[in-house]
């Protein structure tokens, strides 16, 4: 039978008079971290018996951790005490020899503390070795001041003698020294105090987190390609797991030596600098001020080095370092993929890796280990940016991500208590840019009739929930709906945390009001309720009124506002709910809004997730498009109150209109088309009117598919497509009467051909 190889291996390396110990940890499981990892502490100490002193070490993983003379010096100290204690004072076999046999139980109680401490705790937590002696000295004088046998007593003493031993060994020594006011209630395994006595230098040492670099020898390669213009990512299928394998690998690990050494001084430099809590309220700001910096740091590091560094050079590698002091490390990697969907970081931070949510491939784990001290940084800065406290009486922190020209994210972050065993992150991925309605087209979320509904219901400002499952895309259909709101409407929003892409409609010329309210889960008493600040809205003007989530009793003050009129622009948002009974449940019976408050509702969209049959795919869908008509009292699913007016077909993976849509029995859209002169009575020119909008947003995706042009799909250019429509129907109305459909397309097609060519 082959011999199994050893996870663990050194060499000693000799430089001069300097002796230095490299671990082999390429193997391990674990983070190579003496401070974080009891497992690694325990391996280098007894390498160390073995090896004799040393004035570094270096544990070789993806990249070199290594840790100084003078945090080695702390560890060399241990491996003393280790040989004194087993080969001098030799404590475990001389009260073997000499404890009474006659007093069995205090033989096994004394032998069993002895081994645990000498060859158990001293290697792996010399700290706990400590403690646990000083607490097992007590716990033996009170045992012996209770016995009466006098060779029971006797085997105590000896005992006692052996853990005063141990104790003076202990306390002699620097590591113990150093905190030994800080051992107070010390708990056994606890290994945040470590972190305070070793930091080991990386090279390069500009990046905590870890990557498992080597691609996996038993993968299948399925799919490849870069985000964000410098990220590698490869997803592979791993033989007898359901989870796809997401590696991936950020620029810093493809640059040269010289790049290394340039980040590893300027990083160095720059982590010293603790940006302030005001800063943090304009990150775009904050992050320019770094680059620069960076810039200038680099370029005299070169000059220094008399190394040429070009511009292209200094742009990547002042990138990497913004990302690496002020902003979020890998997290902005990740986010730079607009695959992902959700990026999940467990407690112990440390011990497994980063999980993510993709588009195609579900569920996946990835490459990345993140690192404690970086989690801990994103933990303040995340509470700066927020405003909102983060501490054990307030362990949860919900907040919102904005890396520019990146994306923006929802981050949950809980710690202890809540989370036993440390900080979590769960993180929901935004678009920096909102989705549109022709964007959607290419995913098939919907077909072009759908969307052209949709866009015609938002023009007659009709009240919509938007609702589905978690992770059901939402918010990002909710977004796309804002897209298509004329830039002459005022809009305001309301969430409790910002997920709405608000500050890049505002870059583009809408009027918009942001209104951040207290959230539903953590109370916040500093900020106004969701209940309150929807009915101070209503005093803010005339204005379209975006919820981004309807989760609790604000739902009373929307319902409130929308039965007696006060918004007379088009009501949007989104709530949890598989169905539109399930949103109408929801919102009666769970948030207490009156059934007839209920009917206030128009229309209830619904997108959902549909699986592929192996279950390993999922793909978003909007499965229905459903008015709420008024006619019912108390059960609109009995009653027929809900009437779809699209269905998605599962066969045909499209969405289909009904009779109701195609044969004009839909109140919502006669109501809409009672304000139009032309359409009054007249259903044909109605059902055109929302063909022709689905067969502009078509015509969009259509030359986007001619010309591989992604910013025709992008809001900036859909925005000004709805303004280009709706002034063609405006003039051509006026030279006509009323236009007919073909000659609109007609016209549209034209600008939008000239458009492409003359910018793009």
């Known amino acids: 039978m082959a011999k199994t190889p050893e996870v663990y291996s050194y060499t000693i390396d000799r430089s001069g008079i300097e002796k230095e110990m490299i671990v082999d940890c390429k193997q391990s499981l674990e983070y190579p971290s003496i401070e974080d990892s009891e497992v690694i502490m325990q391996k280098v100490l007894t390498f160390l018996v073995e090896a004799g002193r040393v004035d570094k070490i270096n544990l070789s993983s993806d990249r070199n951790y290594t840790y100084t003379d003078d945090q080695v010096s702390l560890l060399n100290e241990i491996r003393e005490v280790y040989i004194y204690l087993v080969k001098e004072k030799e404590v475990v076999s001389d009260f073997t020899k000499n404890a009474p046999k006659t007093c069995p139980h205090v033989y096994s109680y004394g032998l069993g503390i002895l081994q645990n401490i000498v060859h158990n705790l001293l290697m792996k937590d010399p700290l706990g070795a400590y403690v646990e002696t000083k607490r097992k000295i007590r716990e033996a004088k009170i045992k012996l001041e209770g016995e009466n046998k006098k060779d029971c007593k006797e085997g105590y003493s000896q005992l006692m003698g052996f853990l005063e031993d141990i104790k003076e060994a202990l306390f002699k020594t620097k590591i113990v020294e150093k905190v030994k006011n800080k051992l107070a209630g010390y708990r056994l395994g606890d290994r945040k105090i470590y972190r305070e006595l070793f930091e080991p230098m990386i090279r390069p040492n500009f990046m905590y987190t870890r990557l498992m670099a080597q691609r996996p020898l038993n993968g299948k390669e399925i799919d490849s390609y870069v985000a964000g213009g410098d990220v590698d990512v490869t997803i592979y299928k791993i ?47 904050m992050r320019e001020v770094f680059k620069n910096i960076s810039k200038d740091l680099l370029e005299q590091i070169a000059k220094e080095s008399k190394v040429k560094i070009s511009y292209k050079q200094l742009q990547n590698l002042s990138n990497i370092l913004v990302k690496l002091t002020v902003g979020f490390g890998i997290i902005e990697e990740l986010l730079k993929d607009d695959r992902i969907e959700d990026i999940y970081i467990n407690a112990p931070i440390g011990f497994s890796p980063i999980f993510i949510k993709h588009a195609d491939y579900g569920e996946c784990v990835s490459n990345i280990i993140p690192n404690y001290k970086e989690v801990t940084a994103w933990a303040s800065r995340f509470r700066m940016i927020s405003g909102r406290p983060l501490d054990e009486a307030n362990p949860v922190l919900d907040t ?7 994306a923006r994210a929802r981050i949950a972050f809980i710690q202890e208590p809540l989370s036993s065993k440390g900080s979590a992150i769960a993180i929901r991925r935004h678009r920096e840019k909102p989705f549109t309605l022709p964007m959607y087209l290419k995913f098939k979320m919907f077909s072009p009739l759908a969307g052209g509904l949709l866009w015609f219901l938002i023009d007659g400002s009709r ?29 305001i929003t309301i969430e409790d945390t910002l997920e709405l892409p608000t500050n890049y409609l505002r870059k583009m010329g809408y009027d918009i009001l942001s209104l951040k309210v207290r959230s539903a889960i953590l109370g916040e008493r500093s900020e106004l309720s969701a209940e309150d600040g929807i009915r101070t809205s209503l005093r803010l003007g ?16 929307l319902y409130e506002s929308m039965r007696v009129g006060a918004l007379a622009n088009v009501v949007a948002g989104t709530i949890h709910g598989d169905s539109p009974y399930g949103v109408f449940d929801r919102v009666v019976n769970d948030l207490g809004v009156p059934i007839t408050s209920f009917k206030a509702t128009d229309i209830i969209a619904i997108a959902n997730k549909v699986r592929s049959p192996d279950g390993m795919r999922e793909y978003r869908r909007l499965t229905s ?14 009653e027929q109150g809900f009437v779809d007016l699209m269905k998605y077909n ?29 359409w009054i009575g007249n259903w044909d020119r109605v059902l055109a009117n929302i063909k022709l909008r689905g067969d502009i947003l078509k015509m969009i995706y259509d030359y986007h598919e001619k010309t591989g042009k992604q910013e025709i799909l992008e809001a900036d250019f859909v925005t000004r497509s709805n303004d280009v429509f709706h002034r063609i129907f405006e003039k051509l109305q006026e030279e006509t009467g009323y236009p007919e459909p073909k000659d609109v397309k007609t016209e549209f097609e034209k600008w939008l051909r000239q458009k492409i060519k003359k910018e793009m």
Do not use: C
């Open 463 to 491: 009240t919509l929930l938007v609702a589905g499952t978690r992770g059901a895309g939402k918010t990002a259909l909710l977004g796309s709906v804002m897209v298509q709101i004329m830039k002459r409407f005022r809009i």
């Open 239 to 285: 033989p007898e797991k359901t989870r796809f394998l997401y590696h991936v690998t950020p620029p810093e690990l493809k640059l040269n030596d010289d790049d290394y050494r340039f980040l590893t001084q300027a990083r160095n430099v720059l982590v010293k600098y603790s940006p302030e809590k005001e800063e943090f309220i304009n990150p775009d700001r």
């Open 650 to 678: 599962p066969y045909k993976d499209v969405m289909e209109p009904t009779k109701e849509l195609l044969e004009g029995e839909s109140e919502i859209v006669k109501s809409i088309a009672s304000n139009v002169k032309e």
């Open 625 to 638: 498009i459903t008015e709420v008509r008024k006619h019912w009292t108390q059960d609109p699913l009995r």
């Open 542 to 557: 005339d204005s379209a009124l975006i919820v981004g989530e309807v989760r609790s009793t604000e739902a009373k003050a």
């Open 400 to 406: 919102e991500l904005e890396v520019p020209g990146i």
